[in-house]
């Protein structure tokens, strides 16, 4: 499970729409996601449309039962959003919690604890962090392997930024892990100067630690809060819907990117055993395809180097073969729909290889331009090794590969 942290001391910035939405996005995208909500204002509950009067338990009550000798699992007091999102839901009552577990031996570890439990039933944790620096949000650094930081585009945004990502480092050095922190530009809003001047300041300094995607102002995703919704249900076909699952896209994209380099790596004590050589892939016979016939897909075998396999990610034209290779450990199928076999997903099944979670096929196809998604057990997204996309009718969007 990949736990994200969304911080940011200044209020106001979104922090909480980002959690709730970006879980959606997640979710929507296959993932089994857990939403959980360390902010004692207990925003994320109202954002979901979770009575207050009917939450019984809270994350409170996890994280303090164990230091009562009376020890409460995460999953007692998760509350169903979707059939791939879960809600922990917070209270009031975290605002004691620093004062509770004065004295207390690793209290800073209690939220690492009880993710750990179920750890193996979700693929991500979304924790939303109160607007501050104290034992709650240094509970939620302690679990997390990224951090989020959202930045509105506005005049008081910038001050202080770069303080508090050294603050962030500080106390990640003091909960001995890495954690990858970056930073989202929020609440974009184009139309005005300063806008667009404090989004080049930030892509000029932070570079390096900032999303690509944008969340642009959209006033659908503050009526969606309103009515309790996520943006993915309230306006599925709204700018804001599309920010947020490009983002979610963008976060799946780089935690394959990590699996990859540890596959790869992983297979330096392997390649012995395999027979097969990248260069004979490359000659191997390619079978015909008539006119009119969607083409039929063949198994790759893996390279005998960890750097020609890793050359395979994405999508690339070898001679006259187009080879798609990506990477879903957990997958059970993943298809690929396209307008060369009229989108039809069952015609172009993908092959696993071993246990590694590398998918891969090769297809021939003529010269010309081809626009295609994967669909990972049923669930239909862009290909997260191929940069060229296309927006579609649906505003989602389609990879593209070029054959010459």
């Not at 209690?110 to 949000?137: F, H, M, Q, S, W």
């Amino acid at each position: 499970m990949r736990t994200i942290a969304v911080v940011n001391q200044k209020g106001g910035c979104g922090k909480t729409t980002l959690s709730i939405n970006l879980a959606s996005a997640l979710a929507g995208a296959g993932q089994k996601t857990l939403l959980v909500d360390m902010d004692p204002q207990s925003h994320c509950a109202v954002g979901l449309a979770v009575p207050e009067e009917q939450i019984e338990q809270s994350i409170y009550d996890v994280l303090i039962s164990k230091s009562r000798n009376e020890p409460i699992k995460l999953t007692e007091i998760l509350w169903r959003i979707s059939d791939r999102l879960e809600l922990a839901p917070a209270s009031i009552d975290l605002s004691a919690f620093e004062q509770q577990m004065t004295g207390i031996a690793e209290c800073e570890s209690c939220l690492r604890n009880a993710l750990a439990e179920i750890k193996t039933e979700y693929d991500y944790a979304i924790v939303d962090c109160p607007p501050a620096v104290g034992l709650l949000t240094f509970n939620a650094l302690r679990a997390a392997n990224d951090v989020i930081v959202p930045v509105e585009t506005g005049y008081f945004a910038l001050h202080g930024l770069s303080k508090q990502l050294e603050t962030l480092s500080i106390l990640c050095d003091r909960c001995s892990q890495h954690v990858d922190v970056r930073v989202l530009a929020s609440m974009y809003d184009i139309r005005t100067k300063m806008a667009r001047e404090i989004l080049a300041e930030l892509q000029k300094h932070f570079a390096d630690k900032m999303f690509r995607t944008i969340v642009n102002f959209n006033t659908k995703i503050k009526e969606a809060a309103s009515f309790g919704q996520p943006i993915s249900e309230y306006d599925s076909a709204s700018r804001g819907q599309r920010d947020f699952r490009s983002l979610a896209d963008e976060v799946i994209g780089s935690e394959a990117k990590q699996q990859r380099r540890g596959f790869v790596t992983s297979l330096t004590g392997q390649l012995e055993s395999i027979s097969a050589t990248a260069d004979e892939l490359l000659q191997a016979a390619k079978p015909a395809v008539e006119v009119g016939q969607a083409p039929k897909a063949e198994v790759l075998k893996p390279a005998d180097t960890d750097d020609r396999l890793s050359e395979y990610y994405g999508v690339s034209q070898m001679n006259d073969a187009v080879v798609f290779v990506t990477l879903y450990p957990r997958a059970k199928s993943v298809q690929i729909a396209g307008d060369f076999n009229n989108w039809q997903p069952e015609k172009t099944p993908m092959q696993k290889l071993a246990d590694g979670g590398v998918w891969q096929t090769k297809l021939n196809l003529p010269v010309g331009k081809y626009r295609y998604r994967l669909v990972v057990d049923g669930q239909w997204q862009q290909d997260p090794y191929n940069e060229l996309t296309e927006l579609n009718p649906f505003g989602e969007f389609n990879s593209v590969t070029e054959v010459k």
